[in-house]
């Protein structure tokens, strides 16, 4: 079984600024995909950012980066100049093979102007 | 757009009565999941269908619930019953193989 873990419900960053957003995923799976998805306020769940356990290389998508050590279970997010558009819940997921995904209790981004 | 579509969106039943909610997955998915979302909650995992077959389904998904992907295209999660704790949004995501999961807009049900 899989599980997945959020410690920060809400985090605050002001515009234009730099946030991390922190996840820890436990997993027996040799093979797995960690993934960061975001959930703006009464709309559908877009893909942020997607990492392959098997890859050393850290994700990177325009502004999104992820900081992930396979060793310590973790997988954070990194929002480099927070837009006003960056505010939603954000979800770490984690999957064995795209079977089904683990999701952990999210993270609530609060993007100050 | 050609993305994941639900029906309804919204739906507001009794406690006791029958709901049916459906999914269209992008057509070319050959992968289609259903998910279960409690306010402030992440996605929970409900069920998963390769093309027509029902291939994995969670311990969350009680005999009152059943789900059907006829033919492998759209998907139908029907609840028998329903109770308040039934009350979630539904998710619905489909995928090419083990690729991303894209994911519908949801279906918010209020049982009273």
């Known amino acids: 079984a899989q599980t997945v873990t959020q410690s920060q419900p809400e985090m605050s960053v002001q515009e234009a600024e730099t946030v991390t957003l922190s996840c820890t995923y436990d997993?027996?799976?040799?093979?797995?995909?960690l993934f960061w998805y975001k959930q703006p306020p009464s709309r559908q769940m877009i893909l942020v950012i997607r990492?392959?356990?098997?890859?050393?290389q850290n994700a990177t998508e325009n502004r999104f980066s992820v900081n992930f050590q396979k060793a310590a279970k973790s997988f954070s997010l990194k929002i480099s100049d927070s837009q006003l558009g960056d505010a939603a819940m954000y979800f770490c997921?984690?999957?064995?093979?795209?079977?089904?995904?683990?999701f952990g209790g999210g993270t609530r981004l609060m993007v100050k102007p | 757009d050609t993305g994941v579509s639900q029906n309804p969106r919204h739906k507001i039943t009794k406690r006791g009565q029958n709901v049916t909610f459906r999914c269209d997955p992008i057509?070319?998915?050959?992968?289609l999941y259903w998910y279960r979302q409690t306010l402030g909650q992440g996605p929970e995992f409900l069920t998963y269908?390769?093309?027509?077959?029902?291939?994995?389904k969670s311990r969350l998904l009680s005999d009152r619930f059943s789900a059907e992907r006829p033919k492998g295209s759209f998907s139908t999660l029907e609840i028998q019953r329903t109770e308040q704790g039934d009350s979630a949004m539904y998710l619905c995501?489909?995928?090419?193989?083990?690729?991303?999961?894209?994911f519908g807009p949801g279906t918010r049900l209020t049982v009273l």
């Open positions: 269908f390769q093309n027509e077959a029902q291939l994995e």
């Open positions: 057509s070319e998915h050959n992968r």
């Open positions: 995501a489909s995928s090419l193989g083990a690729e991303r999961q894209f």
């Open positions: 990492q392959e356990a098997y890859k050393q």
């Open positions: 997993t027996s799976e040799s093979d797995y995909y």
């Open positions: 997921a984690s999957d064995n093979a795209g079977n089904m995904l683990t």
